[in-house]
């Protein structure tokens, strides 16, 4: 099963989505199901590391990953901004952990679909497929607005209705080995995709516009959230969410994502996180904070405006102590992870997935490492544990303490 993320607002130009085999899921369909645990990364580049021990490292954190029993790992797809990620092609980055591992899922989250040829994109999609033994899962958006300038993309009014028929026309190269296109930004004729998979695929959307959750909400489909927003700034959008799949008789798949750091002792988790989620934070802020700024004109021009609201330049003055605080990241004692997890899932009703960041920022290979243990060891067997005996009393199983 190809799990498929985009962000967009899905146009019809020539196809209908109707076409390509992904059923809703409805309430009766994940009912009891467990949370899945998985771990994300932006590949984020900081002095005193260079581009090949990076990838060592994270290879040996995949392997790592898949020996604790994580569902899933996923990479961004980012260029030209080393701090942000130098997550530059994924694909090939899965091909090579899944000669290390052997149950762990890959996905791409998500490839920037605007320097891809969607039809090339396509063939991609299914030859990782094949590589990884079944375990590639990804999706598409439109990445970041300080990118384009970066790769001699138009900022312009072209670009979002430009991405919205690449979508189409992506997902009718996936669903179809022949196919042809008629549009205003594409046009092919009688093209083949090779290699092919004939298998159909889960859609997540990941976005800030309204449609993109009412659109999840009708077709059945899950969403995933930014890394670093806490509930409160996410609420309205999700109680949308949440709100439509009941209109639609769909059930909520979010996937929620925080930057992670745990040690047995508190003291010591918000000493040792300190310099990493600090650098965590800093990456994510360098293309605004450390180049030039694209265009205020093109940015809003191409529906990129949210990059001129100086959100992101804010983010990087927030103290750190403050960023725990208020759930920005979560750092402290397994006990403490549990009871923040706890927290959102309690308020944020809907959450089948959580993933957490522990290799940003510069974070040395072995805090990563014990990061992923702790909450192997420590975090995750607590949900697990919950979840069986809620299973139990579903199907009317009594537990009993064995003396």
């Known amino acids: 099963m190809v799990r498929l993320w985009f962000d967009c607002h899905v146009r019809s130009v020539g196809y209908s989505l ?41 290879l040996e954190q995949i392997q790592n990953a898949d020996r604790l029993g994580f569902d899933c790992y996923a990479a961004i797809e980012h260029f030209f901004f080393p701090k942000f990620s130098i997550s530059a092609n994924p694909t090939a980055l899965f091909a090579a952990a899944a000669q290390r591992t ?108 309204d449609r993109t959750y009412t659109l999840a909400a009708e077709r059945g489909w899950g969403v995933a959230v930014p890394p670093l927003l806490p509930y409160k700034v996410l609420e309205t959008q999700l109680d949308l969410y949440r709100t439509s799949c009941a209109a639609a008789g769909t059930t909520p798949d979010i996937v929620w994502i925080h930057a992670c750091h745990l040690d047995e002792d508190r003291d010591t988790a918000v000493r040792e996180g300190r310099d990493w989620v600090t650098g965590f934070i800093q990456g994510n802020c360098s293309p605004l904070t450390e180049y030039p700024k694209p265009p205020t004109d093109g940015l809003i021009a191409a529906g990129y405006g949210f990059y001129t609201a100086g959100i992101m330049e804010q983010l990087a003055e927030v103290p750190y102590e403050q ?5 920005y990241v979560w750092v402290g004692t397994p006990e403490d ?31 990563a490492i014990k990061n992923q243990e702790l909450f192997a060891q420590r975090v995750i067997p607590h949900f697990k544990a919950r979840d069986s005996n809620a299973k139990d009393r579903k199907d009317g199983v009594t537990v009993s303490a064995q003396a």
């Open 102 to 209: 052997r149950n762990i899922r890959f996905r791409t989250m998500l490839h920037a679909l605007p320097y891809h040829n969607p039809t090339v994109l396509a063939s991609v999609i299914h030859t990782t497929h094949i590589l990884t033994g079944g375990r590639y899962e990804w999706g598409v958006g439109r990445g970041h607005g300080w990118i384009p300038p970066k790769a001699g993309v138009p900022l312009d009014e072209h670009a979002r209705p430009r991405y919205e028929e690449a979508v189409d026309l992506l997902l009718a190269a996936l669903d179809n080995e022949t196919f042809s296109h008629h549009g205003e930004y594409f046009d092919v004729d009688d093209s083949q995709i090779v290699p092919f998979v004939a298998e159909p695929y889960r859609v997540y959307l990941g976005g800030t516009s």
């Open 18 to 58: 109707d076409a390509v085999d992904m059923s809703p899921r409805t309430r009766d369909d994940d009912e009891g199901a467990e949370v899945r645990f998985s771990l994300y990364s932006e590949l984020q580049l900081h002095p005193g590391k260079t581009a090949e021990q990076l990838y060592a490292e994270v």
């Open 337 to 367: 992870i549990i009871g923040r997890i706890e927290e959102t899932l309690s308020v944020c009703e809907g959450v089948q997935e959580i993933a957490i960041t522990v290799n940003a920022g510069g974070a040395p290979n072995w805090m």
């Open 323 to 327: 960023l725990i605080a208020d759930d």
